[in-house]
């Protein structure tokens, strides 16, 4: 039975189509719901999908690595202009510049390798409850629209599914958890492009991974006085990605300090199949209230 049209993962989609405006240099646009500056999520994904449009040979993905430098304007469309590397028949390299006019907004690099048959291994998904077992995110908002409005509002193209109560819930229990993992997928029908199904995985990779910095410490957003924003960004492909069906992002925060912390996680498929793992630094003040 196909899945249901989702207006938010259609919009997405047309988001993720870049224009080519000439050799190497594409311009995206940015969705209609969208916060105060450029989603960090949207912009790797709409790197990813620039730099992976000019490879010269079908090579995967091995990794993609973005440093954030200024904020995007989300009223403006964006330039992405690519440099080629490396060109090879199993190698290949892109660096990616998203630019608004003289503005510099990130700066991707982005590796491709056909490394073939080799030794294997990796670490084993946690155990969790089904996604379908789990309430929607939809039912965990309600009643918490005054506290994080502006998840509310966001556009919502992935399906998510908490095994663990997510930030603001978890908040009013007064409790704290070291880490947190999350049911994700797009929420609808995705072209048969496995360029479009891991650029969906790289935008969902930003977030909930800086979740287990606060939580750690009992706070949550919209509760607590947080300022964040993405510094750096970092992806690994280990195996091709599905992303219409479930995959658990399961995250955690080994160190936070400077203001800064560090996002860790994995993309597990639903057979429990290690397929990316991701890190991120954050920029992260909290303003303790004196009622707290």
């Known amino acids: 039975m196909p899945a249901e049209s989702n207006s938010d993962l259609e919009e997405l989609l047309t988001v993720l189509d870049l224009t080519p405006t000439a050799d190497d240099v594409f311009i995206g646009a940015h969705p209609s719901k969208t916060p105060l500056r450029t989603f960090g999520g949207q912009l790797m994904a709409q790197s990813f999908v ?20 200024n904020g995007g304007d989300p009223a403006r469309d964006i330039e992405f202009r690519v440099h080629r590397l490396r060109d090879e028949r199993r190698f290949a390299n892109r660096r990616v510049d998203a630019m608004q006019g003289d503005t510099l907004i990130s700066t991707a690099l982005v590796a491709y390798l056909s490394g073939g048959a080799g030794i294997e291994h990796s670490t084993a998904a946690p155990e969790v409850a089904e996604p379908e077992t789990l309430p929607t995110l939809q039912e965990l908002l309600r009643g918490y629209e005054d506290v994080v409005p502006g998840f509310v509002k966001a556009p919502h193209p992935i399906e998510w599914r908490y095994t663990n109560d997510p930030a603001w819930v978890m908040r009013g229990k007064g409790e704290r958890l070291g880490h947190n993992r999350v049911w994700v997928k797009a929420d609808g029908a995705v072209p048969d492009d496995p360029v479009l199904h891991t650029a969906l995985m790289v935008y969902s990779s930003d977030t909930t991974v800086l979740d287990s910095i606060i939580t750690r410490h009992g706070l949550s957003w919209g509760h607590d006085r947080i300022f964040a924003a993405s510094a750096n960004h970092s992806v690994w492909f280990h195996q091709p990605v599905r992303f219409d069906d479930w995959m658990l992002y399961a995250t955690s925060s080994p160190v936070a300090a400077d203001s800064r912390g560090l996002g860790t996680g994995h993309f597990f498929d639903r057979s429990g199949q290690l397929v990316a793992t991701v890190t991120q630094e954050g920029v992260l003040k909290y303003f303790p209230s004196s009622k707290r």
Request: aromatic content about 10%; glycine content about 0%.
């Open 50 to 69: 620039a730099a992976t449009r000019t490879l010269t040979y079908d090579l995967p993905p091995s990794a993609l690595s973005v440093q954030f430098i």
